[in-house]
């Protein structure tokens, strides 16, 4: 749901509106990994920020029941990852995101 449009309405010489033109952009999001075991922190997080921080990934918060709501991401911050407490770990990582693809 992360949509950013650029919408640009022009007319004919004559003053005859034409159809709206629609850019998609980037929209934004924030990827929130909160209270996670620091072992599976430690096995996969650090693989995954790798590809992240160099490549682009597809993001789904819910890829069983809600495949569609799925997202083609850019990393445009540094990732985080800190303690939240003595038991469990928080990561985020700053996105770009393109959600609709035109055909």
Not at 2 to 16: C, E, F, I, L, P
Request: hydrophobic share 35%; net charge positive.
């Amino acid at each position: 749901f992360a949509r950013d449009n650029k919408y640009s309405d022009k007319n004919t010489k004559k003053g005859v509106p034409l159809p709206r033109t629609v850019e998609r952009l980037a929209g934004k999001i924030s990827i929130q990994q909160k209270a996670v075991d620091p072992v599976w922190m430690r096995s996969n997080w650090p693989a995954f920020l790798d590809h992240a921080e160099t490549k682009p990934f597809f993001f789904s918060w819910d890829s069983v029941n809600h495949s569609t709501e799925a997202g083609f991401c850019i990393t445009n911050k540094d990732p985080k990852t800190k303690y939240s407490s003595a038991m469990f770990m928080d990561g985020s990582i700053n996105a770009n995101v393109l959600t609709v693809l035109d055909p």
